[in-house]
């Protein structure tokens, strides 16, 4: 089952634990759907299933505990720790994913761990990797706090009100939208009915039909 069905099978005040605790443990640096779940989440809220407040609360949460445990582990485990854990999941974890993480923290320096929230990759590397090379823990603390209000309190805000906007307009101008597609699939009708009406005319011989003979004169 995918995890977007699964959320939205559990009773909704589980779905707040549940949100808070995936994007935690991928925020901890182990590679889950913290995205899709957030999304979900948000989308159930915009149904009315859920309340947007507690969704994007647990969220922000979630993102900012789990860097943090994130940030202790990396600091006590060292870059050592990510080669060990590379060689056991490469998948998540190899060299080249490092590699991109650590150009990523060089080019960025703290601004990586918030720009991390955005980045599927960082996500799971921000917090681990910041305290494996050493970030002073208050500049990895500002980053880290902004990058989860930013990311999961602006993703619940974006998806709740699309959501709603689209959910209102649907049920405001859905005869709009029957018009419309009943309009379009005549109009499409009608262009390839001609266009096929010029395409016989233009090549008679490969339309199915028989030229009619031509009149054979008589001999005087």
């Known amino acids: 089952m995918h995890l977007d069905v699964w959320l939205e099978s559990v009773p909704p005040n589980a779905v707040y634990a549940l949100v808070g605790v995936i994007i935690l443990l991928e925020s901890l640096g182990i590679p889950l759907p913290g995205e899709i779940a957030l999304v979900t989440a948000s989308v159930l809220a915009a149904s009315g299933v859920v309340n947007p407040w507690g969704v994007a609360i647990c969220a922000i949460v979630g993102a900012i505990v789990g860097d943090s445990i994130g940030y202790s582990i990396g600091r006590k485990g060292g870059k050592p720790l990510f080669e ?123 339309s199915g039909g028989t030229p009619a003979p031509e009149p054979v004169a008589s001999a005087d």
């Not at 929230?117 to 960082?122: D, E, G, M, S």
């Not at 602006?154 to 419309?180: C, N, P, Q, R």
């Open 84 to 206: 060990k854990v590379g060689r056991k999941f490469p998948k998540h974890f190899g060299p080249d994913h490092l590699a991109t993480a650590e150009r990523s923290f060089q080019k960025w320096g703290m601004w990586a761990v918030f720009f991390g929230r955005f980045i599927a990759l960082l996500r799971i590397f921000a917090g681990p990797l910041a305290g494996a090379l050493k970030m002073p823990y208050w500049r990895f603390l500002i980053a880290n706090v902004l990058g989860g209000i930013v990311w999961a309190g602006g993703t619940t805000w974006l998806i709740y009100t699309v959501g709603k906007v689209a959910e209102h307009w649907l049920k405001s101008f859905s005869w709009v939208g029957l018009i419309v597609a009943a309009l379009g699939g005549g109009l499409s009708a009608l262009i390839l009915k001609r266009r096929a009406a010029k395409n016989r005319a233009a090549h008679p011989e490969t």
